[in-house]
């Protein structure tokens, strides 16, 4: 991986979270961007435990440089949740102008 890196690729780590080799696999590959398991997102804006550990991964992770991704942003409230946790990068239906 750090081959392509060094060519100017970007390496991502998708669906961090769904199991435990993801920690593992972000240690060795040292991703530029790691975008969280959908899991994450399903009951965010109700769940403070969720709210708190999504807040910790992405503090972690914007410490080292990698930049971390939300899936999933599908209803207003799961954009405010993303806006309130500081995510800079999201995906999904609900964002810009789209969302209604």
Not at 5 to 10: R, T, V, Y
Not at 12 to 29: P, V
Not at 83 to 93: F, M, N, R
Request: hydrophobic share 45%; aromatic share 12%.
């Amino acid at each position: 991986m750090k081959c392509l890196q060094n060519k100017g690729f970007l390496i991502e780590l998708d669906h961090f979270g769904r199991n435990t080799a993801s920690w593992q696999k972000m240690i060795k590959l040292k991703p530029d961007y790691i975008k969280l398991d959908l899991y994450f997102l399903i009951d965010l804006s109700e769940n403070a435990e969720s709210e708190i550990l999504v807040s910790n991964i992405s503090g972690y992770f914007q410490f080292f440089g990698i930049q971390v991704i939300l899936e999933g942003i599908e209803k207003p409230i799961y954009l405010a949740m993303a806006k309130v946790l500081k995510l800079q990068i999201g995906l999904g239906e609900c964002l810009g102008n789209l969302c209604r």
